[in-house]
């Protein structure tokens, strides 16, 4: 069972995404900021977060660990899509529970190969 990690500073929101990937089969660490997000990290398939964690800088510092580590990321953000951003989706709140479950798929099923 792949294992995700979920950053949202939210927290019914972070519930919500919890319980969709956890009843899609996925396995769900979560973090409500970018500090406890990286150690969690080792070890996920894929992050799921959000760019603001509190702030920019935060969810920046967390793309960038995220990278090292070699684990997908997708940013569900209620910013604008970045393209200079190294992620590997960028997806726009509101976001429809099957968009995002299509895109974790995909992303986790593209991490075999890495």
């Not at 939210?10 to 406890?36: D, K």
């Not at 992050?47 to 960038?64: C, F, N, Q, S, Y």
Request: proline share 5%; charged share 25%; hydrophobic share 45%.
């Amino acid at each position: 069972m792949p294992r995700i990690l979920v950053v949202e500073d939210e927290t019914e929101q972070l519930a919500i995404r919890r319980q969709l990937l956890e009843h899609a089969g996925y396995e769900v660490l979560v973090a409500q900021t970018a500090a406890a997000a990286l150690s969690l990290l080792p070890g996920c398939r894929a992050v799921l977060m959000d760019l603001r964690i509190p702030t920019l800088a935060d969810g920046v510092k967390l793309i960038e660990a995220a990278i090292k580590s070699s684990t997908r990321i997708i940013v569900l953000s209620g910013a604008e899509p970045d393209a200079s951003l190294p992620v590997d989706e960028f997806l726009t709140k509101p976001c429809s529970s099957k968009k995002l479950l299509e895109t974790v798929n995909r992303c986790c099923a593209s991490a075999l190969g890495r």
